[in-house]
């Protein structure tokens, strides 16, 4: 993964490894800010629809039972924009999501492809439409609150307040291995607590004994965050016997609450073929067996908490306040409030590497572009094979790879986030989930709006979406 301050090194190579492109740059000086925004545009449109000619994917985040919202975004693109998805990821919340969605069954027709996202799209409302309250995917283990955390915490060193059993029989329910082999490829991000590492598991992945609903326990595993649940152990290998050697993992938001860094690529491809390991370090990020992602040229992003670009934390009041005060003091909200806080702000970084990661790709294709507009038949026929191989070894890629031979492209990036945030990380009821799915078909409109340059389709997301009646004031 790329951190910003890396981002210099990466603009000098860009311009000393390729022959003229530094006397280009020179002449035409690119401001950062215009170089984001460049990174980051998408081709005006006038059309109301998604192009069915390009390849796209669906990043969902985390955000504990905030994902009504990207359910209500997700429902946007697909019914009313008909944007059809080549695949998914997913975090906590988001790997739920993306499992739902991503049993489409693939189809080379357009159209039959469409309608059966169509179909998974309105699964993900129904499933958010029967959970009525949080006690459908946690339970909190007995004897309750008050002795838990003065007996199991400070005594014995319980592992966990809730059993989310519940959360996994939802799983189990709603998520079908068969239909998931005829669907869209989906990877769902996870956190081993043992070493740290964060991974990245698809359902075509290799399992201990070929039990392929072992993917299952890494869905689960995806949303349960440390102490709040307890994690499942998950073997590793079909030598792996003994169950005190099997890792927990928990959920992937404690590393990456939005899985988009993966979209590039920080390795050389020689260097992978030189090395013949079956896993290179630069895709150490997927377990064995998931297919990195494919060729895309659109990313779709849905984040469950407020976001604006350059801005590194969005003020979110809490309702967990005492009343008539704004101060939390009851631990077990201090606690849920600490979650929240990990939750609606760890996704920033991902973001930023994104439109950074998207501008640097846009910033080398256009020095590019430039300099080998000026080159004769015979220049650009000496100037092609060095830019090969120069090519190889830039580290930064794209899976938008030019189809000239030319460097990786950037994506058509998008991001849709709330405006504010509807609901606390375990806050779950009718009225809420209404809202959320309601606010994320509006801001999914918006964004086709003022990224696409699409007209309204406002009206459609008040008739499937309506906002719930307000409750009746307590006198």
């Known amino acids: 993964m790329i951190k910003g301050s890396r981002f210099l090194l990466l603009l000098v190579l860009a311009v000393v490894n390729v022959p003229g492109l530094a006397q280009e740059a020179d002449s035409h000086p690119i401001d950062p800010g215009a170089a984001v925004a460049m990174g980051n545009s998408v081709t005006a449109q006038t059309l109301d629809h998604c192009d069915p000619g390009k390849k796209r994917a669906l990043v969902l985040s985390g955000g504990g039972l905030k994902g009504a919202f990207e359910a209500g975004a997700v429902y946007h693109f697909i019914v009313h924009r008909s944007c059809d998805f080549n695949e998914i990821a997913g975090v906590s919340v988001g790997s739920l999501n993306a499992?739902?969605?991503?049993?489409?069954?693939?189809?080379?027709?357009?159209?039959?492809?469409?309608?059966?996202?169509?179909?998974?799209?309105e699964k993900l409302v129904e499933v958010w439409q029967s959970i009525r309250s949080p006690k459908q995917i946690l339970k909190p283990r007995w004897p309750g609150w008050t002795w838990a955390l003065a007996l199991r915490y400070g005594l014995f060193g319980t592992e966990s307040m809730n059993t989310f059993d519940p959360l996994m029989h939802l799983i189990q329910t709603n998520v079908d291995m068969d239909?998931?082999?005829?669907?869209?490829?989906?990877?769902?991000?996870?956190?081993?607590?043992?070493?740290?590492?964060?991974?990245?598991?698809?359902?075509?992945?290799?399992?201990?004994?070929?039990?392929?609903?072992?993917?299952?326990?890494?869905?689960?595993?995806?949303?349960?965050?440390?102490?709040?649940?307890?994690?499942?152990r998950i073997q590793q290998s079909a030598q792996d016997t003994d169950a005190k050697q099997w890792i927990q993992y928990g959920d992937g938001g404690i590393l990456n609450n939005t899985p988009i860094f993966n979209y590039f690529r920080k390795c050389q491809p020689q260097v992978i073929q030189e090395q013949g390991a079956a896993e290179p370090a630069c895709l150490s990020w997927l377990r064995p067996g998931t297919p990195p992602p494919q060729n895309l040229q659109q990313l779709f992003v849905v984040v469950t908490?407020?976001?604006?670009?350059?801005?590194?934390?969005?003020?979110?009041?809490?309702?967990?306040?005492?009343?008539?005060?704004?101060?939390?003091?009851d631990g077990r909200k201090i606690l849920l409030r600490t979650v929240d806080l990990i939750l609606e702000t760890d996704f920033r970084e991902d973001l930023t590497l994104m439109l950074e990661s998207n501008a640097l790709l846009a910033w080398r294709k256009r020095?590019?572009?430039?300099?080998?507009?000026?080159?004769t038949p015979e220049q650009r026929a000496t100037f092609d094979p060095k830019f090969a191989e120069i090519n190889q070894s830039f580290p930064l890629h794209s899976y938008n790879e030019s189809p000239d031979g030319g460097p990786s492209l950037p994506y058509d990036a998008v991001v849709v986030a709330p405006e504010k945030v509807y609901a606390e990380s375990f806050e779950v009821d009718a009225e809420n989930i209404a809202l959320q799915f309601h606010y994320g078909c509006l801001e999914a409109d918006l964004m086709m709006q003022?990224?696409?340059?699409?007209?309204?389709?406002?009206?459609?997301?008040?008739?499937?979406?309506?906002?719930?009646?307000?409750?009746?004031?307590?006198?």
């Open 305 to 329: 908490s407020p976001y604006t670009k350059n801005v590194d934390r969005y003020p979110t009041e809490s309702k967990l306040v005492d009343h008539g005060s704004k101060q939390v003091t």
């Open 99 to 121: 499992v739902i969605l991503a049993q489409a069954q693939r189809d080379d027709n357009p159209e039959g492809s469409l309608k059966n996202m169509a179909v998974r799209a």
């Open 450 to 475: 003022e990224d696409f340059h699409m007209t309204s389709m406002k009206e459609k997301c008040l008739e499937r979406f309506p906002l719930p009646p307000p409750k009746p004031a307590h006198p």
């Open 367 to 375: 020095t590019y572009d430039a300099v080998t507009a000026t080159l």
């Open 179 to 232: 239909a998931l082999d005829r669907g869209r490829p989906v990877r769902v991000g996870s956190v081993s607590l043992w070493d740290g590492t964060y991974r990245e598991v698809g359902p075509s992945a290799t399992f201990p004994n070929n039990d392929r609903k072992i993917f299952l326990q890494y869905v689960y595993a995806s949303a349960l965050i440390p102490i709040v649940g307890k994690l499942p």
